[in-house]
């Protein structure tokens, strides 16, 4: 299929914006780009996983050429994510194709760090601004227990790796799971202070069917910070991305600590995004069912953008208020993995 080139402007079509029925303008897309990942984290996957098909899968032009409509609409962030991103054979070439799109003000990308120290550097020259790294243990036996797979002195080169490409932003990523490893917060925090990155304490969100109770093991923010504050100073910081993230400054040093707090409703209301799996779908909200297909839109009109274009402004309309994640509940609020909507 053939993709448009970087100065990509469909022909007369009237240049408009991204806003929902409440008023809020999404100017960020997460993109899923594969389901599949070389570690098996017990919150994000089962031990054994069906993945999809190939054909079921957006080819990396299409995913392309999603990501040229988006801008066009408005559209000036964009985090690569998965599954693994790093394990899709050629994504580099995606990174390379809508780097440098005018308009395009952030690209950035959420891995498991497996691959970086490969690939920091070229994603880096590829335009990728910003990294997201996700460690939930600097253990190595606990890390595999985590990850069921993963190698931990991979992830720690690739850390390394990303310091060396020069992103503007490093951040890790640490889901706490009570009794697994909220013994470490402390030294997470040191670890990232030692680097000089950043670092996010994400609560463990309810998606797909996993065997472990979810309610006996979700650390709450509220009692991360509290711990945190009682060993470092924290300054409240006024970064804010419209998403569930809060950050604070550790006094005399460059990290920030940031907390993702999924639990809470108060980021809905200033929602800026929308997700894409793998698949092609549209979800309005990660936390709610609402989405469109885009995939038969791709291929049914490989040459002619203006349905997608039309669906997709179409599609504000069917975003929800915010998310109903309730760990209470027996069954999951949402049966898809975080691997396949795109953490
Ligand atoms: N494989 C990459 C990684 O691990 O960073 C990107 C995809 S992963 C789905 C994105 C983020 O989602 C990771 O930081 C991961 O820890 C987080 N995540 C996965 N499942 C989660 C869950 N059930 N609750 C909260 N965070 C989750
Ligand atoms: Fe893979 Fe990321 Fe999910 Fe872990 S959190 S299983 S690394 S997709």
């Not at 920091?120 to 997201?132: M, P």
């Not at 929800?320 to 049966?335: E, T």
Request: charged fraction near 25%; hydrophobic fraction near 35%; include cysteine.
């Amino acid at each position: 299929m053939k993709v448009q080139n970087k100065s990509f402007q469909p022909e007369g079509i009237r240049q408009t914006q991204l806003i929902d029925q409440l008023g809020r303008t999404v100017d960020y897309i997460r993109l899923s780009i594969t389901d599949r990942c070389d570690f098996r984290c017990v919150y994000c996957m089962a031990e054994e996983m069906t993945f999809l098909p190939r054909e079921e899968v957006l080819s990396l032009e299409e995913c392309a050429r999603l990501v040229k409509i988006f801008v066009y609409l408005g559209v000036s962030k964009v985090r690569i994510t998965g599954g693994e991103p790093l394990v899709r054979k050629n994504a580099l070439w995606l990174f390379e194709d809508i780097g440098k799109l005018s308009g395009l003000k952030e690209l950035v990308l959420t891995t498991n760090g497996s691959q970086l120290e490969k690939q920091a550097q070229d994603l880096r020259n590829a335009g990728v601004k910003r990294i997201n790294i996700s460690v939930d243990s600097l253990d190595a036996i606990r890390f595999k227990k985590i990850t069921r797979t993963g190698d931990l002195d991979k992830v720690l080169s690739g850390i390394q790796a990303a310091k060396l490409a020069g992103f503007e932003n490093i951040k890790l990523n640490t889901v706490l799971m009570r009794n697994f490893n909220d013994d470490e917060t402390e030294s997470l925090v040191d670890f990232a202070i030692k680097q000089a990155i950043d670092i996010s304490f994400i609560e463990e969100m309810p998606l797909g069917e996993i065997n472990h109770d979810r309610e006996s093991t979700c650390v709450s923010n509220a009692d991360t910070l509290k711990r945190l504050q009682s060993k470092y100073r924290l300054t409240p910081s006024t970064q804010s991305t419209g998403g569930p993230a809060r950050y604070w400054q550790v006094a005399n040093t460059i990290t920030k600590i940031g907390f993702i707090s999924p639990h809470s409703h108060n980021f809905c209301e200033a929602c800026n995004r929308v997700r894409i799996t793998c698949k092609g779908e549209l979800y309005l909200c990660l936390g709610q069912e609402n989405k469109i297909d885009l995939m038969p839109l791709l291929r049914n009109h490989p040459s002619n953008d203006q349905p997608l274009i039309d669906a997709i402004l179409a599609s504000m309309q069917i975003k929800p208020k915010g998310h109903d994640f309730d760990l209470r509940r027996a069954q999951p609020s949402v049966i898809r993995f975080m691997s396949h909507t795109g953490g």
